[in-house]
């Protein structure tokens, strides 16, 4: 059987896996209240750790018989009738998450697989790669320290990010820096920021051992030799941490050089629309199939 853990009915990449799993008669369910899924875990006499889950209209199971797919654990939390919200609802939703993270991190079958201390972000991801393979990026609350970096680094582009708004832009002047303060005085706090080549993206879906360019707006010939490599290496070295499906973000140098912009382990449904069924096929299989 297969799970699938999703924020809402309203999330299309769960809906569209929920319909691509009922056309093909797959015996799955779907759960966004994780306060409807019950679960224990034994150890057995051979020090093995077991688990159990009882899943809404399809009762207990044990965890082997189960293959769940975590859409995105941080946007999970429980719903209950109550409506709480503020510090209560914040500290359920923790707890909710801490528990799931208890559950994946032991069952056989899990796209994705959280990591050892709790689940993988983009910035954990990113660690995970040779170095070789990553933009430079300066983390920083002084926005004359990032000009002064950048002028040392001579790219072309800078990518920030504004990390208390989420605000991005792209900047090409320094002058078009622009962030501000909260308070509108002074310098932004707390950016991170790339040092880019382009703002033009080839975007990488991978699943188990297939991936999908979904994206190429330079134009990159993606079934170069030179390419290949780089997208078996990234996939690899997240493979390695549980990460199974996964978008990647690159952009290329003039010499066709390709360097990771960002990993994104809830690729929107927008992004891989265009091959959605074989997608869909992939995390079917790794659910099923498990990972050894």
Known sequence: MILLLGAGADDPAVAAFDGYLTRHAVRHAVCSDLGRLA????????????????????????????????????????TGEDGATGADARFAADEYRAALWALCALLPKVVNRPGPRAWHDDRALRRCLDRSLLLPECWTSDARRLLDRWALCASPELHVEELLTHERRVVKEPAGLGFRDRDGDGDAAHLRALFAP?????????????????????????????????????????????????????VADDEHRMSVSRIVSAPPYSWYRGVADLVHEQLRAELEEGVR
């Not at 057995?44 to 082997?64: F, S």
């Open 39 to 78: 679960f224990a875990l034994r150890v057995d006499a051979a020090g093995r750790t077991r688990a159990r889950l009882t899943v809404p209209g399809h009762g207990t199971l044990h965890g082997d018989e189960v293959g769940v797919f975590v859409r995105d654990p941080w946007a999970l939390a429980p």
């Open 198 to 250: 382009s703002s033009e993206y080839v975007i990488e879906l991978c699943v188990g051992r297939e991936s999908f360019t979904v994206l190429n707006e330079p134009g990159i010939d993606v079934r170069a030799e030179s390419y290949r490599k780089v997208v078996r290496e990234i996939a690899d070295a997240l493979r390695e941490r549980g990460v199974r499906f996964f978008a990647v973000a690159l």
